[in-house]
């Protein structure tokens, strides 16, 4: 079990309308792309993990799941009636259903209708979002306008079909990145998110689920960090920028709601860019390793093509890729010193849409909150010892 906790982590959300926690076990583990490397640990993790809930006394408060990706569905026709688990996971998928099942959990899956359009050029754009009526599809006298609904249904279709028809269901992720590819931008983001806040607001379901659906929106803010083998958009799911600012207008339907509100007192560094010389050559031999390591240890996926700053010069290009870096190692002096090839501005090389950043100032913070009481406060107390606990008894 030790072995399988350092290639499966766990985390905590929690679910207001109904006063649970839950803890995640692993994240989308039998992606196709990983050919099968979490088989063998995911089903064992998760019965551990739910055996020390219980052992703990907390198996009413704490529900224990595992976030799926889509790609543990198939159909032979595409239409969501024909789908089932993936043939190469099915026996593997029943036995997690069943424990889930048997604990009370919901099963739990991330959506992304982006992509389907990623991975599909010929893939209806409309479809992918929840304003369309042009395309649609029809499966035995259900009309599905977009995908979501089609994939959500199809869940539940594999669910029936294996004698689990009335399992809760809860979409994990659900998002729209803003940058990173040609459909990765904030109008096609906001479509999107404002489409299915508009409906979920409404309590609108699926043909399959009428009726309110749990939900959560991904994400918060983008993660500049994120591994990007899936692609470049994967660091730009965020409903805010790296520095709290709204990339665009939401209302999230509740009440007294405006939309987006950015962070305040947010403190940048000096206004100081790091860009390419005008005395450098592009032909000088150090360009290329030099662009390599700064992108390789900063963030370069708003350049490429139908990106933010896919307009650049090649210069634009190389200037982006150093700022990137200066303002990744917090504007050092040292960090704007590739070989006769960059300079130190304060003429700021933003250009349309795409901007170079500025770094917030790092600010310390505490862990610890005050101990006054806030109501259900224990909550969060008895989640802590219940990790803690989790960790020794499975050591």
Sequence with gaps: MKAALEIIYSFLFYNAKYLWWYVAVGNEPFLSTYNGTYLT???????NVQAAVVKAGLSAQVK???????????????????GDFRSDIHDLMLEIVKSLSDNGAPFTINFY???????????????????????????KGT????VFDANYDMLVWALQKNGYGNMSIIVGEIGWPTDGDRNANAENAQRFNQGFMTRYSAGKGTPMRPGQLDVYLFSLIDEDAKSIQPGNFERHWGL?????????????GTSGSNGLVAAKGVAYLAKKWCVMSQSASLQDSQLGPSVSYACSHADCTSLGYGTSCSS?????????????????YNQLDSACQFPNLSVITDSDPSSGGCRFIIMIQAQSSSLVGSSGSRGRGTVPAVLVSLLLYMILWMS
């Design 143 to 146: 009309v599905y306008t977009n």
């Design 113 to 139: 209708p982006f992509i389907s359009l990623y991975n599909d050029p010929s893939f209806p754009v409309d479809f992918a979002f929840f304003d369309n009526s042009s395309s649609t599809l029809n499966d």
């Design 41 to 47: 640990t995911t089903l064992p993790a998760l019965q």
């Design 240 to 252: 805010f920028y790296y520095d709290g600012k709204p990339k665009y207008e939401l209302n999230l």
């Design 312 to 328: 650049l010069s090649a210069q634009g290009n190389i200037s982006y890729a150093f700022n990137s870096y200066y303002q990744q």
């Design 64 to 82: 224990v799941t595992i976030p799926l990706n889509a790609d543990v569905l198939e159909s032979s026709t595409n239409l969501p009636s024909d």
